[in-house]
C-alpha cells in the first residue's frame, strides 16, 4: 500500500532526519561531480547539530518543509528571500530541496517544490530562483518539467579543488490573492 504524500513545516524533532537526507541526497546526486572523498566524509551528525543550531535560532525569513509517507519523513525544502550575496531580493529562492534516495521518482520533490511555489506566491513573491550544479542532469530536468528555465547566469563553485559551477533557474510563482 502506497501512503499520499503530505507535506508540512518542520519541527525541531525532524532535525537528525532531515540531516540524513541531505546528507545521502549529496551523496546520491553528486557522486561523479564532486570529489567522492568529500561526499564520503559529509557527517549526519555534523550536519544535524548545524542544522540544530540554526533552527534553534528560528527566524521567519526561512521556511523549511518535510514530506512525510506515512509516518516518515522523506524529503526536506527550504526556500526564503532570494540571496544576491548577502542582499535580500523582493524574489524567493528554493535554497534546498532533497529526497530519500529511497524514495526517489515517487512525487516527493514535486510536492515539496509545488508546495515551496505555493507559498512563496503567498507571500507575494513573483518569482523564485534556484541554483543548480551545471553538470546535474537529473534534477535540471526535474526543474525543467516543473516550469523553471536557466535564465544564463553562472556562478563559479569549487569543492576540494574541483569546478562544479552552478547554474541559476527561475521560475514565474502564480499570484495568490491575498485575503482580508
Known amino acids: 500500500m502506497s501512503f499520499p504524500i503530505a507535506v508540512r513545516d518542520m519541527r525541531l524533532g525532524d532535525v537528525d532526519r532531515v540531516s540524513e537526507i541531505r546528507v545521502r541526497g549529496w ?80 512525487g516527493v520533490g514535486h510536492a515539496l517544490l509545488q508546495e515551496s511555489v505555493r507559498r512563496a506566491g503567498a507571500l507575494g513573491h513573483s518569482r523564485m530562483y534556484l541554483w543548480v550544479l551545471k553538470g546535474n542532469v537529473a534534477a535540471r530536468r526535474f526543474y525543467e518539467r ?24 527561475r521560475g514565474d510563482l502564480p499570484s495568490v490573492p491575498r485575503s482580508g
Not at 569543492?159 to 562544479?164: I, R
Open 27 to 106: 551523496q546520491t546526486a553528486y557522486r561523479g561531480l564532486l570529489p567522492d572523498s568529500h561526499l564520503d566524509a559529509l557527517s549526519v551528525a555534523e550536519d544535524a547539530e548545524q542544522r540544530r543550531a540554526f533552527f534553534a535560532r528560528g527566524g521567519p525569513a526561512v521556511v523549511n518543509l518535510v514530506a512525510e509517507r506515512g509516518d516518515a519523513v522523506v524529503g526536506w525544502a527550504a526556500h526564503g528571500p532570494y540571496r544576491d550575496g548577502e542582499v535580500r531580493t523582493t524574489d524567493a529562492e528554493l535554497y534546498a530541496i532533497y529526497v530519500d534516495p529511497g524514495h526517489l521518482g515517487r
Open 146 to 169: 516543473a516550469g523553471f528555465g536557466a535564465d544564463g547566469a553562472e556562478e563559479a563553485f569549487e569543492v576540494d579543488g574541483v569546478a562544479a559551477p552552478e547554474v541559476r533557474y
